[in-house]
Nanobody, 126 residues
Framework: QVQLVESGGGLVQAGGSLGLSCATS????????MGWFRQAPGKEREFVAA????????FYADSVVGRFTISTDYAKNTVYLQMNNLKPEDTAVYYC???????????????????WGQGTSVIVSS
């Protein structure tokens, strides 16, 4: 069992920055992929970014390329999401997720992930 705990959400003006953290209880290569998703009110959960613990393979949603950066600190069991140039449309609850090595689903699908954090709210005012 892998436990995930997000932190760092809050209220920010458009154009500002926020950093999210996700502390995990596992430091092994499985789960091998850590992801960030978000869900705005009335909308489906959508992929934001993902990165492997080993090798640093990185994936981003088109909507956040050039603005968001995902990183992993293997020694600290922590995944980060740095969000710059935030827009009102980035407002959502952000979730950290872990995908097991044995799960063959795509990196950008919520159902591909086996463990989820409780979420942290990000509100971007215009």
């Amino acid at each position: 069992q892998v436990q995930l705990v997000e932190s760092g959400g809050g209220l920010v003006q458009a154009g500002g920055s926020l950093g999210l953290s996700c502390a995990t209880s596992s430091r092994t290569s499985n789960p091998h992929l850590m992801g960030w998703f978000r869900q705005a009110p009335g909308k489906e959960r959508e992929f934001v970014a993902a990165q492997t613990w080993i090798g640093g393979n990185t994936f981003y949603a088109d909507s956040v390329v050039g603005r968001f950066t995902i990183s992993t600190d293997y020694a600290k069991n922590t995944v980060y999401l740095q969000m710059n140039n935030l827009k009102p449309e980035d407002t959502a609850v952000y979730y950290c997720a872990a995908k097991s090595l044995g799960n063959s689903g795509s990196y950008n699908r919520p159902l591909s992930y086996d463990y989820w954090g409780q979420g942290t709210s990000v509100i971007v005012s215009s």
